[in-house]
């Protein structure tokens, strides 16, 4: 099992520039979820899928897309990269209940200029 | 008011000493209450689950206070290899992380 997988690791945008990052899970999980992580903070719910073909907004949502295809991908989307979106991004997935455990990528760090 | 509030810190300790964390949480609908752990720049790994009665494992003990809304970790016994950012994690439906304790235990 790969677990969570995230790419790229690194990445730097010019604003207005637009990339998406991407997460697989292997797990078969059905929930998924991205955050970001400003420094000194903990991690903010971007956006959040219960499974393929349902996606719903999390706290910090404005700039951002995302879409589930299939159970395994969560692709999250920039549209117009700004500077405000310089953060660590982290992939989540689970299994769908109240006592399931959340497991994480790596991350993708975005540096916008 | 954040939803998921833990003590400041920095918590600075030595080898061997005994370290608590609190977490307070607002939404009194939450269902489910962790914590994780999360190491340098690296990605949060579940340290624990928090049950209403109390739970133990090793070293780490979690409590629950839902009357109060608020969780706590205790740590005994402290090793250079629990320095780490502990968070809070509160789940109603969606997770809400708290932004985390950090924790440096020293020689």
């Known amino acids: 099992n790969a677990g969570v997988t995230q790419t790229p690791k690194f990445q730097v945008l010019k604003t207005g520039q637009s990339m998406t990052l991407q997460c697989a899970q292997d797990m078969n999980h059905e929930y998924m979820s991205w955050y970001r992580q400003d420094p000194g903070m903990g991690l903010r719910l971007i956006h959040y899928s219960v499974g393929a073909g349902i996606t719903d907004q999390g706290e910090v949502p404005n700039g951002y897309n995302v879409s589930r295809s299939t159970t395994e991908d969560f692709p999250l989307r920039l549209l117009s990269a700004a500077p405000s979106q310089t953060s660590v991004y982290f992939c989540a997935s689970s299994y769908a209940g109240a006592q399931e455990t959340q497991y994480f990528g790596p991350g993708t760090r975005l540096l916008v200029l | 008011r954040k939803e998921v509030e833990q003590d400041p810190g920095p918590f600075n300790v030595p080898e061997g000493a005994t370290v608590a964390f609190n977490c307070t949480y607002s939404n009194s609908a939450s269902q489910s209450f962790f914590w994780y752990r999360q190491d340098c720049r690296k990605e949060p790994k579940l340290l624990m689950s928090?049950?209403?009665s109390g739970n133990e494992d090793g070293r780490f003990t979690a409590q629950l206070n839902r009357a109060s809304q608020y969780i706590s970790l205790l740590i005994r016994d402290s090793k250079l290899s629990d320095s780490a950012t502990y968070l809070c994690v509160v789940k109603a439906g969606k997770s809400t992380f708290g932004d985390g304790t950090t924790l440096t235990v020293k020689p």
């Open positions: 928090v049950y209403s």
